[in-house]
């Protein structure tokens, strides 16, 4: 009877865990080194201070302002009103979709720590909205967004039960 090449491994090399998976988000990370560093850096920033975000939210929001600023549309530091509405609104949606997956959730918390981690730094760059302005502007679409959420989990249709 021969021995398998596996049965002859040592324990030690064999593992009851399952193989890890990885995010939704995290081949485009490996593929974008300056995404992944920066992406890491914010997040570890975050830890250190206490708040933790979903990185793919983070990735999101990291790679819809690296992005813009790759093609010159506008830097990444350079944050207003209008530009957290837009990146909530439908931006970090396109840019999803440009990566074929969904919209992961927490992009309103992910720009915030990333708003704030800009602002610690004193990276916001001229041209920018105060950051209380910036905050509300994510939070206001936070509170919306959850509002809806609530509303679909009170109401039968949205929890999947019919009368």
Known sequence: ???MAS???PAAHRSSRPARRGTPLAPVRQLDLELRQVVLR????GLRSGRGCATDALTVVAGCALDAGRVGRISPKVWTEARVDA???GDGRAWCAA???DPPPGLGEAIVLWLDFLYAHQALAPGSDRPEVLRTAA???RSRRAALAAGRRRHPAGRGTAS
């Open 7 to 9: 049965d002859l491994a």
């Open 42 to 45: 914010v997040r570890a920033w």
């Open 139 to 141: 939070n206001r679409k």
């Open 1 to 3: 009877m021969r021995a």
């Open 99 to 101: 990566h074929g997956v």
């Open 87 to 89: 990146l909530l609104g």
